[in-house]
């Protein structure tokens, strides 16, 4: 067989990797790090998206999006963990039913200012690139390395820095940490913002490739809870393990048979790990 | 026709909002005895909520024409909105309401086909049902009345324009894994075998399922087939095709869309929708003068803000039409007396004029090109037969 056959699928995977891992990255860190299922995680990747619709709309420059839904993420954030998360840690239903409300919130919200209506944006990057004899999009592959980057920044500084390290203690024992002096609060906070920025991020990210519409968020809360359930908790080694086989499975099977089938090997799966290995892959 | 994306999930995540929410149906504060009550099936909630707000602005200026015109039977219409935007199951229950405790004289429904069929199990021609959108074809029910495009009216000249026109021998069927397209793909192979061409490729993409297009599209480019049939719905009908282009395929391959209407266009957007095609009974710019006369009757009801026009929506306003029609004919509610009345009646429709046949509508079908996110009618064709015939 032509080796070229072999690049478009290969991109293929690779894309799909690349933007669940974007799209789960949030949620992994404020689940992972504050044991906090944020249910509204898609629905701030909506607001990323709708971000991105408004600059585009008004004509800025795309990259003007990533600072509008920075900044509009980060507030959401801090305002939500600030008055609603903080009195509810350690209470894991709770949360869930809250983040559960402000999903809907947010959906609604959306729904109020911008309508139900899908909205189109035009790829900051159009028209294909040769990659090894076969035409890919251009901007799906700045996806992909957009993706890597990021990933491989946070886990570089999470190793290295003195506040990744600090992060590590509060999530290995808060009493101790603050016992120590360390402002876990203000941590806890912190990586809060930080989940919901970087959903926003995602958002941002892939909003020229899908249609952006209040629900749109709903269909990435699910895949990224497969993908750490899969992956495990808390590790950005668990995020890349369970975004690498959840997309790759989902990209081959729906290459060789359909999306059906693609589809249906990603439930089974998660299945299979809910039921034999809950804690993951990378189990901490 | 068109069923929301991610129901799945959503009637998950939705359920527990919904039972607090209690019951899908409106009922305004006072009833009168003397009315006729039609329980209309619109998509309140749900993705399909976005055709919402213009199904009921089409039929509450229906309703407000026939109640100057006197009424159907006489009496005031009076119409009952239930949801029909959540799973066929919960639909139904709403239908069971709208019979035992409204006592509806009749049921409009403007929804996907699995709802038609729970539907349809459960009213059990107790009372009489008009199913307006676009679907398969082949209901015949009794005491069910079809106004929507079929396959034979749809498909069929949209094939013969992509092998005429565009000399298309191959052809690639992809479609959401449900009633609609498995059913209308069934026929599309009949008319693509009788135009001289081949289907290279058929598949679905599970309903409700987060799908991605990459596999799909990537398969399609390597199979090359002349034009894409596609009966794709809502978002995933969008995603499709924004994927499709993405990958430079507008420019070799046709596409002709099953569903695709003003809103699903304005989501693919203006550089996506190259070489895109669709053919319906109606479009917002439809040149026929009922289409042009019904555009400034909803306009002028609803001033610049209205609603976005559609085929779903504008199917609301032909069906309170027929209703006018059908029962003023028949002299009452009577099942036998209806289905007599509907053998060759004639309507307006949001298109214009059009007759009933086998409780079917023969129409006249509008082939539009995608000009930006604009629909720009290429070809108009003639009564077109709707293909079923169900016995009065």
């Known amino acids: 067989m032509d080796p070229a056959s072999f690049v478009a699928p290969a991109l293929n995977a690779l894309f799909g990797i ?32 709708y971000c991105a619709y408004v600059a585009q709309s008004q004509g800025w420059p795309y990259l003007a999006a990533v600072p509008l839904a920075l900044a509009l993420c980060a507030l959401l954030g801090w305002s939500v963990e600030r008055w609603l998360v903080r009195p509810l840690y350690q209470r894991p239903f709770d949360t869930l039913v809250l983040t559960w409300g402000l999903s809907l919130l947010l959906r609604k919200s959306a729904e109020a200012i911008f309508g139900l209506g899908y909205k189109s944006l035009t790829e900051p990057i159009g028209g294909t690139l040769e990659v090894l004899g076969t035409s890919y999009p251009r901007y799906r592959l700045l996806l992909i390395a957009t993706a890597a980057v990021v990933l491989g920044a946070l886990f570089a500084w999470y190793r290295r820095s003195r506040t990744g390290t600090r992060i590590q203690a509060m999530v290995g024992n808060p009493d101790l940490a603050r016992a120590l002096g360390l402002p876990v609060r203000r941590y806890a906070s912190a990586t809060f913002v930080a ?26 809360i699910l895949m990224s809870f497969f993908v750490l359930v899969v992956g495990g908790l808390g590790s950005l080694a668990g995020l890349s393990t369970g975004s690498a086989l959840i997309g790759g499975v989902n990209s081959a099977v729906s290459a060789l048979s359909d999306s059906t089938g693609g589809y249906l090997s990603v439930l089974v799966i998660a299945i299979l790990f809910l039921w034999l290995r809950p804690r993951g892959i990378h189990a901490r | 026709m068109h069923r929301s994306p991610n129901a799945a999930r959503r009637r998950l995540v939705v359920a527990a909002g919904s039972a607090a929410l209690g019951a899908g149906v409106w009922r305004p504060a006072f009833a009168q005895a003397n009315e006729f009550k039609i329980g209309f099936f619109i998509a309140l909630s749900g993705p399909a909520a976005l055709f919402g707000p213009t199904q009921r602005a089409c039929a509450d200026l229906a309703a407000e024409r026939i109640n100057k015109a006197g009424g159907i039977l ?113 026929q599309v192979k009949k008319f693509v075998a009788a135009a001289g061409g081949k289907v290279v490729g058929e598949e679905y993409v599970p309903f409700g399922a987060p799908n991605k297009f990459e596999e799909a599209v990537t398969r399609i480019k390597g199979a090359r087939p002349d034009a894409v049939v596609a009966t794709l719905v809502g978002a995933d009908n969008v995603n499709f095709n924004r994927t499709f282009a993405g990958f430079g395929l507008d420019k070799s391959i046709a596409r002709v869309s099953l569903l695709l209407e003003e809103n699903t ?47 779903i929506g504008a199917d609301c306003y032909s069906a309170l039409n027929l209703a006018k029609a059908l029962f003023d004919k028949a002299g009452s509610a009577d099942a036998k007396k209806l289905a007599a009345a509907s053998e060759g009646l004639p309507f307006d429709s949001a298109s214009g004029r059009v007759t009933m046949h086998g409780r079917q509508v023969d129409k006249d079908m509008y082939l539009a090109t995608c000009k930006g996110t604009q629909f720009e009618v290429i070809e108009t064709i003639k009564g077109v037969k709707s293909g079923t015939a169900c016995r009065a």
């Open chain 2, 265 to 311: 266009l304005l989501g693919i957007g203006a550089e996506n929708s190259g070489n895109l095609y669709s053919c319906m009974g109606y479009f917002a710019n439809s040149p026929s003068e009922g289409a042009k006369a019904f555009k400034a009757a909803y306009l002028a009801k609803y001033g610049d803000k209205a609603p976005q026009l559609a085929t």
């Open chain 2, 74 to 186: 006489g009496k005031p219409v009076r119409l009952i909105f239930a949801d029909a935007g959540g799973p066929p199951a919960e639909t139904a229950k709403s239908a069971v309401r709208l019979m035992l405790e409204d006592k509806v004289d009749l049921f409009i429904g403007s929804h996907d086909s699995a709802t038609r069929e729970a539907n349809i199990a459960t009213i059990k021609a107790r009372t009489p049902y008009i199913y307006s959108p676009v679907y398969e074809g082949g209901e015949c029910s009794p005491n069910v009345f079809c106004l929507g495009e079929t396959p034979p009216q749809q498909a069929q000249p949209a094939i013969e324009f992509l092998a005429k026109e565009k000399k298309a021998k191959t052809f690639h069927l992809i479609g959401d894994d449900y009633v609609w397209p498995r059913k209308v793909n069934e």
């Open chain 1, 195 to 220: 989940g919901t920025c970087l959903a926003g991020l995602a958002g941002v990210l892939i909003a020229p490739l899908v249609p952006v519409q209040p629900f749109m968020g709903l269909d990435y």
């Open chain 1, 18 to 49: 690349a933007s669940l891992a974007i799209v789960a990255l949030g949620l992994a860190v404020v689940l992972g790090l504050l044991g906090v299922l944020n249910l509204a995680h898609g629905e701030l990747v909506m607001v990323g998206a």
